[in-house]
């Protein structure tokens, strides 16, 4: 009788561990399960971070908000200056740079992150005007430079 109930024998467990104690004693000799395997998170798994600087309010916002929209996230700086106390902090997958500003320009910036190791991997996007980007990509080597106005398409695809 179970609870008032009456099983039946051919449902009654007489092969189970209560009735063989050794079954017991056997589970969990040793065996351990298989470590489940992760896998470690891929670029794909993270958000990236990307660092706009640009004195222009209107294209600074404008190229932020596209690239936020794309899944990125976005920090924003008016200056190399302001740029550099940005990176302390977290430091970016990529700095989408414009050339000519004031208090810190482009170069000025540049110059400072490759002062420092971690500052300095981070691959750059120069923006500027078509008449200086020329000689300025030859200088500065950034990842990739574009004239401005820029194609968002254009700059997603080189951030991507």
């Known amino acids: 009788m179970l609870r008032g109930v009456d099983v039946p024998d051919e449902y009654r467990d007489t092969e189970g561990p209560a009735r063989h104690p ?9 065996r351990r399960p298989a470590p489940v395997e992760q896998e470690p998170p891929t670029e794909i798994d993270r958000v990236r971070r990307v660092l706009v600087v640009e004195d222009e309010r209107t294209i600074r916002r404008s190229i932020a908000g596209y690239l936020q929209d794309a899944g990125y996230r976005v920090d924003e700086a008016e200056n190399g200056a302001e740029a550099l106390n940005v990176m302390r902090g977290a430091v970016p997958d990529v700095v989408v740079l414009d050339l000519l500003m004031p208090v810190m320009g482009g170069r000025a910036f540049l110059e400072a992150c490759r002062q420092d190791v971690r500052l300095g991997a981070v691959p750059v996007v120069l923006l500027s005007a078509a008449h200086d980007l020329t000689q300025a990509t030859e200088q500065l080597q950034p990842r990739a430079s574009l004239a401005k106005p820029v194609d968002l398409d254009v700059l997603l695809a080189v951030v991507d």
């Open 22 to 30: 050794a079954r017991i004693s056997r589970i969990g000799s040793g």
